[in-house]
């Protein structure tokens, strides 16, 4: 792609907070002057200098020890950018900077970029120079406005790369059959992490949201919640209901989340980091806790209910957060057509050691990087019982060679650190009582073993992997197995 065709966005964090909302808005801003100047794609430049960590406004908070740890949790955010093309990741701003004349030069549009960044970086401890640098490429709504009043659209956040196959897997599986509503009650006040004291009046009633939650496992069963943001942000008693589901508590990230939100059904949270991602995409919402600051960033009346470029059933919520509004906001989107029409995943409620392998990889969507969606106990057992099923069938062996001291010893073992297990593991149960499954088992159990080890071994030279020839004996391998991948 030629150089007339890319737009460089330079996101420098001693200029620009550490800030999910604020990342994300870039994102359609940029996308947005990028289109507005004849362009394809935006090269991201992102500068992340130990020697420079933060703005003035995070100084306090974010420094060169752990200003790499915030860009990290950040990340994810920069993959939903409508237009991105390159992302340059810098720990030297003076090496950004070189690159950044490179290529400018002869560039009246990408030379206009950064004689901005190049004035402002002269005045960064000048307060005002900073707001205005920031009022330009962020904070207002003005220019997004005025670009959809001329042209009826705006550039929308897409999937996070790389995150869509793991949230494919998610819709497939626990969430088969559920209407998903991710919300975001803004709880800062919890994490003593993020700082930020000086927001708390923005954060939600936590009493009202988690009454709304609770009441909600009963009224509206085939509900999910999935709660979005840092764990050390959400109680413990609101992640312990049921109906209520963390994809960090999952080990997936932000990218996961925002993805996520782009394939729900309903979003309902706080004017607060995760209702950017609303504000610039197609899913239905309701955003809380407006107030006038809100207005001021997105350039509308106060009081207004929509922005100029909402998608219908997109609204805005000035009235105070409670138990009843909060449900009556969720009975308006439930009364939409449902997003995800997959059927509802029907899981096993007894521990099927040799039949676990196959299920999982079942669960395995193409190109996805887990399926470990549940952490729930049948979870844990069938897990469990998977990883210890060697030594139970080391345990039957020893039973055929007539070492019953043995094999008793080991199941003894297996029970004294996993109680739940002989009520749950029929095959455990039957070696702690001696039983040893009949011949022709145990000789098929032997089989399937020793075509793991060769199967998993390094058959194929280092030449055909990655060819058809991988992928077929792959295929044979799983078929051999019982294996059901997607």
């Known amino acids: 792609m030629s150089k007339a065709t890319r737009y460089c966005g330079i996101y420098d964090f001693e200029l620009l907070p550490y800030a999910l909302g604020d990342a994300l808005t870039w994102n359609v801003q940029t996308a947005l002057r990028c289109l507005a100047a004849g362009r394809r794609v935006v090269d991201a430049y992102i500068c992340i200098d130990p020697n420079h960590p933060s703005s003035i406004y995070q100084r306090g908070l974010v420094t060169s020890e752990n200003c790499a740890l915030f860009f990290n949790e950040l990340f994810g955010a920069f993959g939903t950018h409508p237009l991105l093309g390159n992302i340059h990741l810098y720990a030297s701003r003076d090496e950004m900077l070189t690159r950044l004349r490179e290529v400018a030069a002869g560039d009246a549009v990408n030379g206009e970029v950064l004689e901005d960044y190049e004035s402002v970086l002269g005045q960064r401890d000048n307060a005002d120079a900073l707001n205005s640098y ?21 550039p929308l ?20 059959g559920k209407r998903v509503v991710v919300i975001h009650p803004r709880l800062r ?19 009202e949201w988690f009454e709304f939650v609770r ?3 009963t009224s509206h069963p085939q509900v999910q919640f999935v709660v979005m943001g840092r764990l050390q942000e959400k109680p413990l008693e609101l992640l312990r209901r049921p109906n209520v589901t963390s994809l960090r508590a999952l080990g997936l990230g932000l990218g996961h989340e925002l993805t996520l939100m782009l394939r729900s059904d309903l979003f309902i949270g706080t004017s607060s980091g ?64 449902p997003r995800n029409a997959a059927p509802a995943l029907q899981r096993k409620t007894v521990v099927d050691v040799r039949a676990f392998e196959r299920d999982r990889a079942a669960l395995l969507v193409p190109h996805a990087s887990t399926s470990r969606f549940f952490i ?4 844990a057992d069938q897990e469990t019982a998977f990883l210890v099923w060697p030594r139970v069938q080391a345990g039957f062996e020893a039973a055929t060679q007539g070492q019953d001291g043995q094999a008793r010893a080991t199941a003894q073992r297996v029970a004294d650190n996993f109680p739940r297990l002989p009520g749950r593991f029929a095959e455990l149960a039957a070696l702690s009582k001696g039983a040893v499954p009949p011949p022709q088992r145990l000789a098929k159990d032997r089989l399937k073993r020793r075509l793991v080890r060769l199967m998993d071994g390094n058959i194929l030279p280092d030449s055909l992997r990655g060819t058809a020839i991988h992928s077929i004996g792959r295929r044979i391998k799983d078929m051999v197995l019982g294996y059901r991948r997607r």
């Open 134 to 154: 920031f009022i330009k490429y962020i904070y207002s709504h003005a220019r997004l406005n005025a670009y959809h009043e001329d042209h009826g659209r705006i």
């Open 157 to 176: 956040l897409v999937e996070s790369r790389g995150c869509a196959p793991d949230v494919e897997g998610l819709l497939a599986g626990p969430l088969a």
């Open 189 to 207: 006040r919890l994490d003593n992490g993020l700082a930020g004291d000086h927001t708390y009046s923005r954060d939600s009633d936590f009493l």
């Open 215 to 217: 009441l909600a496992e």
């Open 274 to 337: 995760f209702a950017a991602m609303a504000n610039f995409s197609e899913v239905p919402y309701f955003i809380t806790h407006m107030n006038p600051e809100s207005c001021n960033a997105y350039a509308i009346p106060n009081g207004a209910e929509r922005l100029p470029f909402a998608a219908p059933n997109q609204v805005l919520v000035y009235e105070r957060e409670s138990r009843a509004l909060l449900q009556s906001l969720l009975e308006r989107g439930l009364a939409l057509p």
């Open 376 to 379: 729930d106990d049948t979870y």
